[in-house]
Each structure stands twice: as C-alpha cells, then as structure tokens.
C-alpha cells in the first residue's frame, strides 16, 4: 500500500500495549428500545426499565408469594422483634479497584442496605460463583477482603455456598451476600416518612466511588488518583440514632447516585426536593474525570455514603453527632424537601437557574464532544 | 487540572448577566450552533436569565441528532456480521434505527464496542487481524481530525482490516442554509469554539457579510456562553454584523494547521442528508479517492440501504429553531428519552433530551398553573 502523502509530525501510533475497547458487559445499557424480547444490560441498572422487569415479569410471577415493598431491605416481624433483610449480588467489574475489591462491596452493601433501615447488623452469608481457571491467588485476596470487612463491621459469616461455572460463563468471580439485623423499637426509618420542610443530609463527598471504578476500567484510564470511598455505614447511623433524633429517611446512594436515591424518595413519599448546587460537596478529582467524560456527579456511584433526610429541628444535632464520626466529617445539608413539584427532584444552579434531575434510565454514557 | 470552576465563577457570570440585562433594548433570536453549549445553556439555567427579549435558539450542532436514519440502519447491518467489530462513541449505541438500536445487536451476539479514542479502534483491528473493525466515524469539523488519524495510520501501517463508516458534518454549510431558509428567525450565531480551534475562523467573515449576521466564536462553560451573548448582543444594538472570537484561549484564527492538512489529505467536501433538515449542499466529508479502500459502506455493500424517517417527529423544525421542543406534540409523550422517535431526544446535547431531562419543571407549572 503507498505511503499516505500527509507528512507532518504523528504521534506514536501505538505506544504501549493496545487496551481493549471498554468492554460493554460492565456498562448498563441507557435507553435500548422497549419491546426487546430479550435481557439487555439496561435491565439491571436500577433504573427504569429494572423497576418495569419487576413489576411485569416478577411479581406477576410470584403471584401470592411476593411481598414485598421494594425497599432496599425488607422489615418482618419475628417473634415481637423487628429484624431487616436484605441480599444483594455483586459483579462489579474489575474485581479490584483503587481503595476495595469486590469482596469488600459485597459485605459493605449489604450491610449498608441494612443499616439504612436504622437496622444493627447481625450476620451475613456468602456465596461465591467462581469461574473456572481463576487464579486462586485472586480468590484468596477477595476472601481475605471479605473476612476483613466482615470483622471491621462486627458482622458473622454464619452461612455459605461454593459454585463454579465453565470458563467464560463468569467473570472470575461473582458474589451474593445476604443479612439479617435487627431494628431497635422506636426506629422507623423509610422513603415515605420524608416530609416537606425536611432537610437533606449527606455524609460527605460524592461521586468517588463510581469514578474509582471507572478510572481503572479497561480502556478507560484517564490516571487519575481518586480511590473508592466504600465503607460500612451502620457505625455512622448508629451515632445518629443515639442523639434521639427522629430520622426519617435514610438511603445510601449507590448505583445511580444521589439522584437516583432522592429520585426514588420524593416519588415515595410524595414531595418535591430541591437541591442547591453550590453545596453539592464534589471534590475537585470527581468534577474533573466528570467534566472529561460528560457525566453528571449527581449520577455517579457512592459506596460508604449516606443520604439522611430529618426534620430541621432534629438536623443540627445529626450533623454535629456525624461529624464527630470518621465517615462524616464532611455532612453537610444540601436541599430540602418541599410541596413544589411532587415527586421531582430539581437543583438550583449555581448561577441561579433552576433545573430537573430525572431518574436515570440506566448509567450515562460519555457524550461524543 | 483546573479548567471548570474558574469559568463557572458565579460572581462573575452574575456581572456578565447584568451587562447583558443593561445593553439589552429589544427583542433579539440569537441561534448556539453546538449542542455542548445547549446541554450548557440548559444545564445551567443560563437562559432563565437572561432578558425576557433574548431568546436562544437551538441550532442542529449535535453530531448524533442530525446523523440521517439511512446511515444508522447500515450501521446497524455492518454490525449486525459476526466477522465485524463494530466501534461507536458512546452516545451513538442508543440512536434507533428503523427498528433496533446498536445495543440490541450487541443482544443478538454482535460484537459492538464503545471507544473513546478512534484510534483505539485502531488498536483493536491489530490485535484482531482476523475480523474487520469498523469505526463509526461521525461528527463535527471537532471529531474529524481524530478519525482521519485512524485512516491515515492503517494506510501507514498496512492495517487492511479496518475501515470507517463516515458520516462527517459541517458547520458553515449549516449556518448558510438556515440563513437561506424563508422561515429563518436567526438574526445572529454562537459559533462552535472546538470547531473553530480545529478549522480557525477564515470560514465564517463570508457568512456575516453575506447574511448581515454577527458571529461569535464562542466555548462552553458558563462564562465563556455568557461573554458570547454579551459580545453578541452589543453587535445586535449597535447594528454591526462582524465575526468576533469570544473564546481565544482555544481558538486562533488560523486553525490547527496540522489537523487541516490531515483533514484535506483523508476526506474531500460532500453533500450529505442531515436527520430532520435534508439534504445540505457540500455539508460533509467523505473519504477522498486515496483512502477509498477505507470505506465501510463500500467494503460492507450496504450502500442500498435507503430508509424513510419518522412522519410524527418534528425534529427538523426543532434543528432550525422553528419550534421548541415542547411544541412539539409528540414531546413527552409518544417521543421521551426511553423511547425517542427522532434523534435530538436520543443524545444528551439533543434539545429534545435537554428540555426534557431539565425543563419538565417549568412545563408542569405551567400546566399546573
């Protein structure tokens, strides 16, 4: 083939080694068309087109088994006690990312999802699905993260189970984990207590965790320095419970960010929250990789993050008493919840517009320019 | 890496809003080319405050939105073969064709991947010399350059099983054809600021000679849009009608030499269809006769692939800034993000998307009273 008659200065055409595209299975397809007769990634992003599995597929399904109120965790009454449940799959891919691994999301979510029923957490099982040919050098370092988070949280591993599936049906490792806490009396904590006049609480900077991940994604590394914030939060929760405050809603905003959770509770509860911009504590690292890839911090995943929403009376002494816990120093009110526009959330910009923040379909995808 | 805040400050913006406010006396329509700008307009709320006598209209300048259905169909039958690799920018994968969208080939068992460099792509058809790999090519005189590079190179290096799916747009053509539209309502343009920093500004002295229109180069965070208007609406009162660069820390008159000679090398000047306007005289690039080889639509023979677009969706009225998005009977109801029938609802810098993910709140008060 001739040469190209263009001759100025090129750059190395292929420094290094050639990383893969990104690879689609670890993104969640935004918007594919609705009358898909199969599985898209959309499905289980959390978002709209998860919630419509559910409601049309599942619970037709289950018929009179289900029962369920579609809260992180469920509340059943045993014996006079209150204990919450909850179980989540982890398959986040890489296994391994700058501040945690996939063993540490899989003990911390679901005990976050518990402690965000106010609940204290008591025990948890574990099972892994393993994939063939996976080194067991990177079985070992997950485990060791599993029991490690398990003893930092207070947690027993009282349960388990061991698959494995042919090589190329998995990737390396998948987990599930389940919990059982129990809820102490006079704790009611849900997404429909929110109230208008209530504040918003957040426990401190968000948007880390989503950019950790994806910093280190395969065709993705844009270097930057940020690691994961993921974190067990029923030691913050319990701190804000012994003021005596009434909490009414708690949430931590994981998959689909602080807009998906304040989303999910002002349709809940039927209120309108409005967030002020310029509050938003957004480290300058979250911007920057947000600004780069044209993504909203607003949308990105936090990990050991908790949104709490209380009554102004109550708001200065649960800032005080988080701010006097390692994993919120940072709190800080960011909106509030009013009678305008039910259901929706809307931030006023910095500049002093105003603007709607949907419900995310699924995750954003970069924009082209 | 500090490039956001500093032409955000809102101090700042607010003098800026008030000059405007105070040089302002009558009405005027003043069109931002790009689609980053209306995602910042929007974003911002930059519009609500503005004086009620400017109105910013949204002009064709997302690449995704005005990308014709034609091209998207053969994307999809090119992707659709199991000997292809097909690549995309983000944004694209959801654009629906006639009947699918990228995502749902990928459902199928295509092999569809998002890439952020073209040139990764590149990467990709090295590594895989026994599939072809496809880049979709799309965009402004902005993403040209990057594409080029990917030809350039394969011809350079011999890489014979890569190809492009051109579908480059260009801006000056555009503003021309608005400007000779009998419904035209512009009376004056924000330039593309990264257009300009790839081709200069010796493009535009033409057009505000011919059409008696200002021009201002202008860039995308909320000062640099703020100074656009204002320099913009200083010509409108004083009756001047000149080409002004409002963003010159990115762009100086004489382009990127480098990228122009690269751009002249690989692509020559076409027509091409644009989604929702038609066709527009010599408003594209296409591969030049030395890089034929390269062209996906020849190497995959889907260049009989003719499609019709949708009768319901008033996109192209939107493109022109005829109507606003929510004028549009099918906005929010047959036509939403999830399920969009054109295009500007698909990519997050659309008008469509941007009304409706932002705006809904100032509708449903409106509808509410």
């Known amino acids: ?369 | 890496m500090k490039y956001l805040d500093e032409f955000s400050n809102p101090d700042l913006a607010k003098r800026l809003i008030e000059e405007i406010h105070a040089v302002t006396t009558r009405p005027w329509a003043i069109m931002e080319v790009c689609g980053g700008q209306t995602h910042s307009i929007i974003r911002h709320g930059i519009d609500q405050l503005l004086p009620d006598e400017i109105e910013m209209i949204h002009g064709p300048g997302c690449p995704v939105c005005v990308t014709p259905l034609e091209i998207i169909d053969r994307a999809l039958a090119i992707a659709a073969r199991p000997d292809v690799i097909f690549c995309s920018f983000g944004d694209m994968l959801r654009v629906p064709g006639s009947d699918r969208d990228l995502f749902r080939i990928k459902s199928e068992g295509g092999d569809v991947r998002v890439v952020y460099s073209p040139l990764d792509a590149l990467k990709l058809a090295r590594e895989n010399p026994d599939r072809e790999v496809v880049f979709f090519g799309i965009g402004f005189e902005t993403t040209a350059p990057a594409n080029a590079m990917t030809v350039y190179q394969a011809k350079r290096l011999g890489i014979t099983n890569f190809s492009l799916l051109v579908s480059h747009v260009l801006v000056p053509p555009a503003v021309a054809a608005i400007m000779e539209s009998p419904t035209c309502r512009v009376q004056a343009f924000l330039a593309a600021g990264h257009v300009c920093s790839v081709m200069g500004t010796h493009e535009y002295p033409p057009l505000t000679d011919k059409y008696k229109v200002p021009i201002v180069v202008t860039g995308f965070e909320p000062l640099d849009i703020l100074e656009g208007i204002r320099r913009t609406v200083l010509q409108l009162e004083s009756g001047r009608h000149e080409l002004e660069n409002a963003y010159p820390r990115a762009v100086v008159a004489d382009g990127n030499q480098a990228a122009m000679q690269m751009l002249n090398d690989v692509f020559e000047v076409t027509d091409r269809a644009w989604r929702g306007i038609g066709m527009i005289p010599g408003s594209g690039w296409r591969l030049s006769h030395a890089y034929a080889d390269f062209d996906a639509e020849k190497r995959f023979a889907v260049t009989d692939i003719h499609t019709e677009e949708s009768s319901l969706c008033r996109s192209g009225e939107v493109l022109q800034g005829l109507i606003k998005p929510h004028e549009c009977e099918a906005f929010g109801r047959e036509c939403t993000p999830r399920n969009p029938l054109g295009a500007t609802m698909v990519s997050s810098e659309g008008a469509c998307a941007a009304y409706y993910l932002y705006r809904r709140l100032d509708m449903v008060q409106a509808v509410g009273g």
């Open chain 1, 1 to 369: 083939m001739a040469e190209a008659t263009w001759i100025g200065p090129i750059p190395d055409p292929m420094p290094g080694p050639a990383p893969a595209a990104i690879d689609m299975d670890s993104w969640v397809c935004p918007a594919p068309l609705r009358d898909s007769p199969a599985i898209v990634m959309g499905h289980g992003g959390g978002g709209a087109m998860s919630a419509e599995l559910i409601e049309h597929l599942f619970l037709p399904a289950f018929g009179s088994a289900a029962q369920a109120e579609m809260g992180d965790s469920a509340v059943v009454e045993v014996g006079g006690a209150r204990l919450a449940f909850s179980t989540d799959s982890f398959v986040v891919k890489p296994m391994f990312f700058p501040g945690g691994s996939i063993g540490d999301l899989a003990v911390n979510g679901t005990v976050n999802d518990l402690a965000m029923a106010g609940a204290v957490p008591m025990v948890l099982s574990t099972a892994f699905i393993l994939e063939e040919g996976t080194a067991l050098s990177e079985i070992g370092k997950i485990a060791e993260a599993v029991g490690a988070a398990a003893r930092t949280a207070g947690v027993k591993l009282v349960t388990g189970d061991t698959k494995v599936v042919d090589s190329g049906s998995g990737d390396g490792v998948y987990i599930n984990t389940a919990g059982i806490g129990f809820i102490p009396d006079g704790v009611d904590i849900r997404p429909e207590r929110a109230e208008p006049g209530d504040l918003v609480i957040v426990s401190g900077d968000i948007g880390v965790h989503g950019i950790a991940v994806m910093s280190c994604r395969e065709g993705l590394e844009f270097g930057t320095t940020i690691a994961s914030d993921c974190a067990a939060l029923h030691g913050l929760v319990a701190a804000m419970l012994a003021t005596g405050a009434d909490l009414h809603v708690l949430r931590d905003p994981t998959r689909g960010g602080v807009a998906a959770s304040l989303n999910e509770i002002a349709k809940s509860a039927k209120v309108g929250v409005t967030l002020v911009e310029r509050d938003l504590p957004i480290p300058q690292t979250v911007r920057d990789a947000c600004g780069l890839l044209g993504l909203d911090p607003l949308y990105v995943a936090n990990e050991g993050k908790l949104l709490a929403i209380v009554s102004p009376e109550d708001a200065e002494q649960v800032l005080a008493a988080m701010r006097q816990h390692e994993l919120g120093r940072e709190a800080r009110v960011i909106g509030a919840c009013g009678t305008e526009h039910p259901g929706m959330l809307v931030t006023r910009t910095t500049l002093g517009g105003t603007r709607v923040v949907d419900l995310p379909i699924g995750e954003q995808l970069p924009r082209i320019c």
